[in-house]
């Protein structure tokens, strides 16, 4: 009989401990995948091509987010708002790679382009 109550004693501390750790589960913020997809909209993502693929999923990660939140399927929206997210923040890293990318290029232009001025006459030939 005393091992019964002790096992009861026990499965509930762990009930417990389990209902307590799911609670404390910090959410998973809206605004953050709003925030992301904001910015790469911004940096112009939408013109880049590999940056617009993620851009567009992170669009659609949102809404399948709102979806999903009205089913009451909270634990997958929650999931579906993280890949917003990060697609997102992909899609800003890339827009900027390929800005970066660009100014370089021209950087390297303007100096071929000051090295040919600057050349005296005979050595331009």
């Not at 499965?11 to 750790?21: F, Q, T």
């Amino acid at each position: 009989m005393r091992h019964i109550h002790i096992a009861i004693l026990a499965g509930s501390a762990l009930l417990a401990a389990v209902i307590a750790g799911c609670g404390s589960a910090p959410p998973v913020n809206k605004e953050a995948s709003s925030s992301a997809i904001r910015a790469a909209e911004e940096v112009g993502a939408s013109g880049v091509p590999g940056a617009s693929l993620y851009l567009q999923l992170a669009k659609e990660e949102m809404e399948n987010a709102r979806l999903l939140a009205a089913k009451g399927d909270k634990e997958q929206a929650e999931s579906m708002l993280l890949r917003a997210q990060a697609d997102g923040e992909l899609a800003v890293a890339l827009s900027r790679g390929e800005a970066d990318k660009t100014e370089a290029t021209q950087a390297i232009e303007r100096v071929r382009a000051l090295r040919q001025d600057n050349k005296l006459p005979q050595e331009r030939k």
